[in-house]
């Protein structure tokens, strides 16, 4: 079954960092989605990157997908103690119901101050 | 910008109660999913909704589980006798037409079965 993992499961790192997350997943896709969740809180959508792209940027988000290792990363430039949160990534797979994304086990990320 | 609401934001039940969570999607919106999470755990696609019927559910979504959206702006989940199991946040989300549409999510209900 397709399954999405990230890693490192939990980041530290300090305000004005880079923060690089890592995602990998088993079977084909349409695209892969990064969500991000305060705690308690619902999902919020980032950025999708289709799997004809190899790279996209939005703001201080740059994600790459490298389908021939079906892997994906996520860096946040410059990072605030907003930026605390868990970063998920979600794909949605090839042949599947329109969005029935499959989410990955997500990256804790804690910026300090 | 346009939100999905969802409520109640925490609900308590007793096992073997039934439950109905509540959310009203972005207006313009077609497809319409409830997604769930376990405390710790993956965030797991239950259901999707298109065009006033089911297009696709999980396993988890078995006979004890419904969806309806009984007028134009609300839909719902029904759990009919709720387990121990199904304690969770449960996330309301709805998206546009198309494959490359993101969802856009409710801030979720935590249900606490006792």
């Known amino acids: 079954s397709q399954q999405g993992e990230e890693d490192p499961q939990a980041l530290s790192i300090q305000e004005g960092e880079n923060a690089t997350m890592n995602c990998s997943y088993k079977?084909?896709?349409?695209?892969l989605q990064w969500y991000r969740q305060n705690s308690g809180r619902g999902l919020v959508h980032l950025i999708l990157?289709?799997?004809?792209?190899r790279e996209k940027h939005s703001g201080r988000l740059r994600v790459t997908l490298d389908t021939s290792k079906k892997s994906s990363s996520l860096l946040i430039t410059a990072s605030r103690a907003a930026d605390t949160a868990s970063y998920f990534c979600?794909?949605?797979?090839?042949?599947?119901?329109?969005?029935?994304?499959?989410f990955g086990t997500g990256t804790l990320l804690a910026v300090q101050p | 910008e346009p939100e999905v609401t969802q409520t109640p934001s925490h609900q308590v039940t007793q096992m073997g109660q039934e439950v109905i969570l509540r959310c009203v999607p972005i207006?313009?919106?077609?497809?319409f999913y409830w997604y769930r999470q376990i405390l710790g755990q993956k965030v797991e696609f239950l259901v999707s909704?298109?065009?006033?019927?089911?297009?696709?559910k999980s396993e988890i979504f078995d006979d004890q589980f419904s969806v309806e959206r009984p007028d134009g702006s609300n839909f719902t989940l029904k759990i009919r006798s709720t387990k121990l199991e199904d304690s969770a946040m449960y996330f309301c989300?709805?998206?546009?037409?198309?494959?490359?549409?993101?969802?856009?999510f409710g801030n979720g209900t935590r249900l606490t079965v006792t």
């Open positions: 989300a709805s998206s546009g037409r198309g494959n490359n549409s993101p969802l856009h």
């Open positions: 079977t084909s896709i349409n695209n």
């Open positions: 990157i289709r799997s004809n792209e």
């Open positions: 979600a794909t949605d797979f090839y042949g599947g119901a329109t969005n029935k994304l499959i």
């Open positions: 207006s313009n919106h077609l497809y």
């Open positions: 909704f298109y065009n006033n019927e089911i297009s696709e």
